[in-house]
C-alpha cells in the first residue's frame, strides 16, 4: 500500500489516500474516481509530502480503536472537529447499511445493485480488504452523540 498526500484543486483541500501502486493512483485519477472529502471536486492531485525522517524523539503510536488523546494541541482538536462533521455530513447524505457495509460496498463496486453513497459498521481488517480491492472505505471518527 502507498500513501499520498492528496489536494483538490479548486479549493486546495488536503487529505489523503491509499493505494495498491502508483499506477492504481493514477489510473484511479484518470477515470475520475477520486473525490474531494470535503467539497466532491473529481478534480484531485498528488500534493507535496514530507519525507518520513527516523529522528531520536520518542515516535507517536498511530490512534487504533478505542485510543483517545486528552491535551491535544489546538491544531489537532480543530482536526477532529472538521471530521466529526465530516462523518456528520456523510451520515446525513449516505445510506446506513450497518454490519454489511463491507460486502454492499463491493456490491456496489462490482456494478451488483445501484451506485449510491453508503456507511456502515466495519472493521479495520474488513476497510483493509476494501482498499486492497481498490474500493474507497474510509473510517469515520465516532461523534461525541454516540455516545450512550
Request: charged share 25%; aromatic share 6%; with cysteine.
Amino acid at each position: 500500500m502507498i500513501h499520498y498526500s492528496l489536494r483538490c484543486e479548486p479549493a486546495g483541500h488536503g487529505f489523503d489516500g491509499w493505494f495498491r501502486s502508483g499506477t492504481d493512483f493514477e489510473a484511479q485519477a484518470a477515470r475520475g474516481l477520486l473525490e474531494c472529502p470535503i467539497c466532491g471536486s473529481a478534480d484531485v492531485a498528488k500534493a507535496l509530502m514530507r519525507p518520513a525522517v527516523s529522528t531520536s524523539e520518542r515516535a507517536v503510536a498511530p490512534l487504533r480503536e478505542g485510543t483517545a488523546m486528552v491535551g491535544a494541541p489546538p491544531e489537532m482538536a480543530e482536526m477532529v472537529s472538521r471530521l466529526q462533521e465530516m462523518a456528520r455530513e456523510v451520515r446525513a447524505k449516505a445510506d446506513y447499511v450497518g454490519a454489511g457495509f463491507a460486502d454492499e460496498a463491493r456490491r456496489i463496486h462490482y456494478g451488483e445493485v445501484e451506485e449510491r453513497q453508503i456507511y456502515g459498521e466495519a472493521s479495520n481488517r474488513d476497510v483493509h480488504a476494501l482498499l486492497e480491492e481498490g474500493i474507497a472505505a474510509i473510517p469515520l471518527p465516532p461523534l461525541p452523540e454516540d455516545k450512550n
